[in-house]
C-alpha cells in the first residue's frame, strides 16, 4: 500500500471516529442515559450514517479545494489542526443547539441539510490532509458533485425516516403504558431530527414540554415521605410514580412487601423485574399472578386481561433469555387458558415462529390469528406474511 492510500484510509477514519468520539463523549450522561448523542444529530447511529456518507462529498470539495495554489500551501498540520478545532467548536455549541432544536422550530428538511453540513465539515479537512499538493479537479466535476451530495442526503433522509417511523411507535408505547421518564427520551430525539408524526395525537414539540412538566410535578410527588401508616393503594400509587419515573429500585422496595397479599402489586413488580433484567424473579411474579387469575379468567373480563398480560410478560422474558422454546410454549399454553384472546396469542405465536426460521408455521398462526380477529390482525398479520412470503423461497411454503 503505497502512501497516498495509506492517508486516505487513515484520513476516512478518523473523519468518521474522531467526531463521533469527542461529540459524544461531551454530550453528557443525560444524553447517554436516553441513548442519545450530542444535538442535532439525536441518535448515534444516524450520526455515524451522516459521517459516513459525507465522506464522498469531502472528497470531491478537498479535491477542488487542492487546485488552488494557497490551499496547497499550508502545511499538514493546518489541515490536521482544523479537524480537531472543528470538532471542539462542535463540541462546545452542541449543548446550546439541542436547547433551540428543543423548541421545535424547525421542520425535518432543514435539520437534515444542517446535519449534511455539519458532517462535512467534519470530514473536510481530514479529505484535505489525505491528498497530494496540487491535486487536480475530478473529471466532470459538476456530475460527481451532484452524485456526492445525492450520497451524502438520500440514504440520511430514508434512515432517519425510518428512525422517526420506529421512535414514533416507541413513544406512543411508553405514553401508553404512563412510562413516562422514557417517553420523554425518545421525544428528545424526535424534536430534534423535527418530527412531525403525532404522538398521543400532539406533534412532539407540542407534547413534550407538557410531559416535562408532568415529570417535574412527579418528582415533587415523590419527594414527600410516605407515612408508616399509608394504605396499600398508596403505596402502590407512589410505586407507580417511581415507575413513571424509570426509578425502578425504590419501585421495588415499595412492591416487594405488598406482592405476596395484592395482586396489583404482584404484576408491577413482575414488571419491575423484567425491566431490572431480574428475569427469574420476574417469571416468579408472572406465575404466581397467574394461578390468582386464569381460574376466573373465563367469567372475568378484567382478570382476563391480566392473565393475557402475565402470558405476554412470560414470553417477552423468555425471548429475551434467549428461550425460544420456552416462550413457544408458554403462547400455546395461553391459547388453550385462554381461548378468548386466541387470536392475541396466534398472532404473538406467528411472529415468534417468524422470527426463529419456521414461515410455515408462522404463517397458519397468522392466518388463524386473522380468522379470529380480522379487525385487529388482518393488517399487521398480512404485512408479516407477505415479508415471510417475499424472503422465503417459494418451494419451502405452502
Excluded at 178 to 186: L, V
Excluded at 293 to 298: F, T
Excluded at 333 to 349: M, Q, S, T, V, W
Aim: aromatic fraction near 8%.
Amino acid at each position: 500500500m503505497n502512501r497516498p492510500e495509506y492517508r486516505g484510509i487513515l484520513a476516512a477514519g478518523l473523519a468518521v471516529v474522531l467526531p463521533a468520539v469527542v461529540l459524544h463523549g461531551t454530550c453528557g450522561p443525560e444524553r447517554w442515559e436516553r441513548g442519545l448523542t450530542a444535538a442535532p444529530f439525536a441518535w448515534p447511529r444516524l450520526f455515524i450514517s451522516h459521517l459516513i456518507t459525507a465522506i464522498p462529498l469531502g472528497w470531491v470539495l478537498a479535491r477542488w479545494l487542492r487546485s488552488f495554489p494557497g490551499v496547497n500551501e499550508a502545511a499538514s498540520g493546518v489541515w490536521l489542526g482544523a479537524g480537531v478545532g472543528i470538532v471542539g467548536l462542535a463540541a462546545v455549541i452542541s449543548p446550546g443547539l439541542g436547547e433551540v432544536l428543543g423548541e421545535g422550530a424547525f421542520g425535518s428538511g432543514p435539520l437534515l441539510v444542517l446535519r449534511v453540513l455539519l458532517a462535512v465539515l467534519f470530514v473536510l479537512p481530514w479529505c484535505v490532509w489525505a491528498l497530494e499538493p496540487r491535486e487536480k479537479p475530478l473529471p466532470y466535476g459538476g456530475l460527481m458533485l451532484g452524485v456526492a451530495l445525492g450520497i451524502a442526503l438520500v440514504p440520511c433522509a430514508v434512515y432517519a425516516e425510518a428512525f422517526i417511523a420506529a421512535r414514533t411507535q416507541a413513544a406512543e408505547e411508553w405514553m401508553a403504558s404512563g412510562r413516562y421518564a422514557k417517553a420523554e427520551w425518545e421525544l428528545t430525539g424526535l424534536v430534534e431530527l423535527g418530527s412531525e408524526r403525532p404522538v398521543a395525537q400532539k406533534h412532539p414539540a407540542e407534547l413534550l414540554p407538557l410531559l416535562r412538566k408532568e415529570i417535574d410535578r412527579l418528582h415533587r410527588a415523590v419527594g414527600y415521605p410516605l407515612p408508616a401508616t399509608a394504605s396499600p393503594r398508596a403505596k402502590i400509587a407512589r410505586a407507580e410514580a417511581w415507575i413513571q419515573l424509570e426509578q425502578l429500585e425504590p419501585a421495588a422496595e415499595i412492591l416487594e412487601p405488598l406482592a405476596p397479599t395484592d395482586l396489583n402489586a404482584l404484576l408491577l413488580l413482575a414488571v419491575v423485574n423484567r425491566d431490572r433484567q431480574h428475569w427469574h424473579e420476574s417469571d416468579a411474579n408472572y406465575h404466581a399472578a397467574l394461578e390468582q387469575l386464569l381460574p376466573r379468567a373465563v367469567s372475568d373480563p378484567s382478570a382476563r386481561e391480566r392473565a393475557r398480560l402475565a402470558f405476554e410478560g412470560l414470553a417477552y422474558n423468555a425471548r429475551q433469555t434467549r428461550r425460544r422454546a420456552d416462550a413457544e410454549q408458554i403462547l400455546q399454553r395461553a391459547i388453550a387458558e385462554l381461548p378468548l384472546e386466541a387470536a392475541r396469542f396466534h398472532f404473538l405465536l406467528g411472529q415468534h415462529y417468524a422470527s426463529t426460521g419456521h414461515p410455515n408455521r408462522a404463517i397458519d398462526h397468522l392466518t388463524q390469528a386473522v380468522e379470529l380477529d380480522p379487525a385487529k390482525h388482518r393488517e399487521t398479520a398480512t404485512e408479516v406474511m407477505r415479508q415471510l412470503q417475499s424472503s422465503t423461497p417459494s418451494c419451502l411454503l405452502r
